[in-house]
C-alpha cells in the first residue's frame, strides 16, 4: 500500500510508521523535518508544515495514497487544508487521531454516537483560537461535511508508555521512585488509557478495515486518580507519597486527572474484530522500563 503519515517521527506516530515500514508498506512522511527520525532510506520524506496550505497542496499535488493518517490535526482550517488536497487528488482512506476529548464527561461509558460531528454545525478557524478539546471536535465535524473520501475518526484515551513526550507518564513514576510528593485533587472522575504500542497496532489494523466515522480505542479497564496511583505504587514496589488536595492549586501538578468520568465504551471496535490487551498486561512492563531508564540516569 501507498501510505502517507502526516506526523511520524515521535510516540505513537513512530510507532506506526517502523510498523509499516516491516510489513513492507511504501511510506510518505510529512514532517516539518525538526526532529530526526531513524527510518533512513525506508521512508520517503515531505519536509513541510501541516498547517501551511499552500506548500502542503504544493507538494501533495498529483500524489495518491491508499491510507493516510493524521497524527497532527488540531482545528477545522488544518481538516480543510487535506479536504481541499484530497477531494482532488483522491485517497483510499483517511485515518484521523481524533481524541476522547470529543466528549462531554457523563456518569455512563461515552459511546461513538454520544458525539456526532454529523449533527454538529462547522465553525473555521485555526489550532491558537480553539481549546484542544473544541479544535478536535470542528475537526470531526468539517470532515464528516466535506470530505470526499471515507473518513475514521480514533477517538483515543489518554496514550500512556515509554518515549511518551509530554513526561506524564515519567512524572508518576519518578515522583514515586524518588520518594517525592505525589498530589491528588478531591474531585476524581474514572479514564480508561491505551498504550502507545496498542495504539499503534490499532491504526494498523483499521487500515484493512471497512468501516467509517467515530470508533473509540483503549483498554476496557478503568481507574481515578487514586486507583492510578496505587497502581504505578504497584509496579514499582514502592509506596507512593500522595498528598491530597481539596482545592485546585496551579502550583501542585496531577496529570491525568479529570474531574469527571470519561470512560470510552469499546464495543464498536471489538464487535469489529480487535481485542484490545488488559491494562494490567501492559502497564506493568511500560513502567519497569522507564522505571530503568530513570535509574541508568540516577547513577550516573
Known amino acids: 500500500m501507498r501510505i502517507l503519515v502526516l506526523g511520524g517521527t515521535r510516540f505513537v506516530g513512530k510507532l506506526l510508521v517502523e510498523r509499516l515500514i516491516k510489513e513492507n508498506h511504501e511510506v510518505t512522511i510529512l514532517t516539518r523535518g525538526k526532529n530526526k527520525d531513524s527510518f533512513e532510506e525506508n521512508v520517503k520524506r515531505i519536509h513541510c508544515s501541516r498547517f501551511d496550505a499552500t506548500k502542503m497542496s504544493k507538494c501533495l499535488n498529483g500524489k495518491v495514497f491508499d491510507i493516510v493518517?493524521?497524527?497532527?490535526?488540531?482545528?477545522?482550517d488544518d481538516a480543510k487544508i487535506t479536504c481541499d488536497i484530497f477531494n482532488n487528488v483522491g485517497v483510499?482512506?483517511?485515518?484521523?487521531?481524533?481524541?476522547m476529548s470529543v466528549y462531554y464527561a457523563q456518569e455512563a461509558c461515552l459511546k461513538e454516537a454520544d458525539f456526532n460531528p454529523q449533527e454538529h454545525e462547522i465553525k473555521m478557524g485555526a489550532q491558537n483560537i480553539f481549546s484542544y478539546e473544541?479544535?478536535?471536535?470542528?475537526?470531526?465535524?468539517?470532515?464528516?461535511k466535506k470530505a470526499k473520501f471515507p473518513v475514521i475518526f480514533v477517538r483515543f484515551p489518554i496514550i500512556m508508555g515509554r518515549n511518551d513526550y509530554t513526561g506524564r507518564f515519567?512524572?508518576?513514576?519518578?515522583?514515586?521512585?524518588?520518594s517525592k510528593n505525589v498530589y491528588i485533587p478531591s474531585a476524581q472522575g474514572k479514564m480508561n488509557y491505551i498504550s502507545s504500542y496498542i495504539a499503534a497496532d490499532f491504526?494498523?489494523?483499521?487500515?484493512?478495515?471497512?468501516?467509517?466515522?467515530?470508533?473509540?480505542?483503549?483498554?476496557?479497564?478503568?481507574?481515578?486518580?487514586?486507583?492510578?496511583?496505587?497502581l504505578f505504587s504497584e509496579a514499582l514496589k514502592k509506596k507512593a507519597v500522595i498528598i491530597d488536595i481539596q482545592q485546585k492549586n496551579d502550583k501542585c501538578y496531577y496529570p491525568y486527572c479529570r474531574e469527571k468520568n470519561m470512560v470510552l465504551n469499546i464495543t464498536k471496535a471489538?464487535?469489529?474484530?480487535?481485542?484490545?490487551?488488559?491494562f494490567h498486561e501492559w502497564f506493568p512492563v511500560e513502567v519497569d522500563i522507564v522505571q530503568q531508564t530513570l535509574l541508568k540516569v540516577s547513577y550516573k
Request: net charge positive; proline share 3%; with cysteine.
Open 134 to 144: 473544541d479544535g478536535k471536535r470542528f475537526s470531526e465535524i468539517y470532515f464528516s
Open 270 to 278: 471489538t464487535s469489529m474484530g480487535y481485542k484490545f490487551s488488559s
Open 92 to 99: 483510499g482512506k483517511y485515518i484521523f487521531i481524533s481524541s
Open 170 to 178: 515519567e512524572y508518576y513514576i519518578s515522583r514515586i521512585l524518588f
Open 203 to 230: 491504526l494498523y489494523w483499521l487500515k484493512d478495515i471497512n468501516c467509517r466515522g467515530p470508533v473509540n480505542a483503549a483498554s476496557a479497564e478503568c481507574f481515578n486518580t487514586r486507583e492510578l496511583i496505587i
Open 69 to 76: 493518517y493524521d497524527n497532527i490535526c488540531f482545528s477545522p
